[in-house]
């Protein structure tokens, strides 16, 4: 079965994916510490980006960075969610779908160091 949201379209479309865009926003900020340590960081490290002595492309990269970094906890804590309503029983698939996502979330932290780092001392 197709879901009831798909048939919309133009400006109703639009305005519909805003608000569930807006809610899942909430969502993770109001059940996600990690989601709220992350917004923290990123409403430190963006001004600070746009504040240094770097170039166009050097504040793009390092707030592009620091952006990739809420996208991935955005999706993890969308696939822990996900997992959690099929079961909250310990297994293995569940285990490592959430491991998974922690790690991709890592890996978008050790990327904000490496491009602050470059643009910083490169």
């Not at 504040?51 to 707030?63: D, Q, R, T």
């Not at 996208?71 to 779908?97: C, G, P, Q």
Request: hydrophobic share 55%; with cysteine.
């Amino acid at each position: 079965m197709e879901s009831p949201y798909k048939g919309k379209t133009g400006f109703i479309r639009l305005c519909n994916a805003f608000i569930y865009s807006w809610d899942g926003f909430r969502a993770a900020y109001k059940h996600e510490d990690a989601f709220r340590q992350e917004t923290l960081l990123a409403a430190i490290l963006i001004p600070l980006a746009l504040w240094l002595p770097v170039g166009s492309l050097g504040k793009a990269l390092m707030i592009a960075s620091v952006l990739l970094v809420i996208i991935v906890e955005l999706l993890n804590s969308a696939v822990e969610a996900t997992v959690d309503r099929i079961s909250l029983e310990d297994h293995n698939l569940a285990k490592r779908a959430k491991d998974t996502g922690s790690a991709a979330v890592l890996v978008s932290l050790f990327n904000v160091f490496a491009v602050w780092g470059l643009v910083l001392l490169g």
